[in-house]
């Protein structure tokens, strides 16, 4: 297995809702990441899990909550978001002591 | 801090035409150099990369040289394909080995 999967691949909500995006690989990674990509522009780094353990919160408002469950398993929690969070949710993976990242095809978010 | 710049298109091709995206980076030290390519709806895949000075990736047809005396990590391809109408993203690795540092893309249109 040789992939990184996100489900879904597309969701919408509204400002109310509670919603979760999942990314899974098992490929062994140990770092795990979450960027959000705007139309037209590079995807923007948002958190990096070490060791299932949060290495890097890049000032993400508190709407957004990453979990890290296990090794394979790198879930974002979504409450309370703004229309301008619509964008491309992007999941990454990278092997320790490399530094390639190799990414998944992404859930397109609307909110309404 | 490190930075990527690349020329941000949009680039417009006839099929079978050479293509070069200029890619050009600041860093201390001497990071790993990555070219990811992103096609419509999709995430980002990786396209080729070089991890020291006078390194050249190539996949697919495509190829670059980390050229260390210039700081440039040039994309090229002989003879494009419709197929590979994207947007292109030049890259860097930072100091830490943790995260990718995105030039702002280049939109390539291949028409037939």
């Known amino acids: 297995d040789t992939e990184v999967t996100q489900t879904p691949k597309h969701l919408v909500m509204g400002m109310t809702n509670k919603k979760s995006l999942k990314c899974e690989q098992h490929m062994g990674h140990r770092a795990m990441y979450w960027y959000k990509q705007k139309a037209k522009k590079p995807p923007e780094l948002m958190f990096v899990y070490s060791y299932e353990k949060l290495s890097i919160n890049e000032s993400v408002p508190s709407r957004f909550s990453p979990e890290c469950p296990n090794s394979s398993l790198l879930n974002l929690h979504l409450h309370a978001l703004q229309p301008e969070d619509s964008a491309l949710y992007l999941c990454a993976s990278k092997p320790a002591g490399r530094e390639t990242q190799y990414f998944g095809p992404g859930t397109r978010l609307l909110v309404l | 801090g490190d930075s990527v710049t690349q020329m941000e298109g949009p680039v417009t091709l006839s099929e079978e035409a050479f293509l070069t995206i200029n890619c050009t980076y600041t860093a201390t030290g001497y990071p790993s150099l990555f070219w990811y390519v992103q096609y419509p709806g999709e995430g980002l895949q990786l396209l080729l990369k070089a991890t020291k000075a006078d390194d050249k990736g190539s996949n697919k047809g495509f190829e670059a040289t980390y050229r260390k005396e210039t700081t440039s990590f040039h994309l090229e391809k002989g003879s494009v394909q419709v197929s590979d109408s994207a947007v292109y993203f030049c890259?860097?690795?930072?100091?830490?080995?943790?995260?990718?540092?995105f030039g702002k893309g280049t939109t390539l249109s291949v028409s037939s």
């Open positions: 890259a860097l690795s930072d100091q830490a080995g943790t995260a990718l540092i």
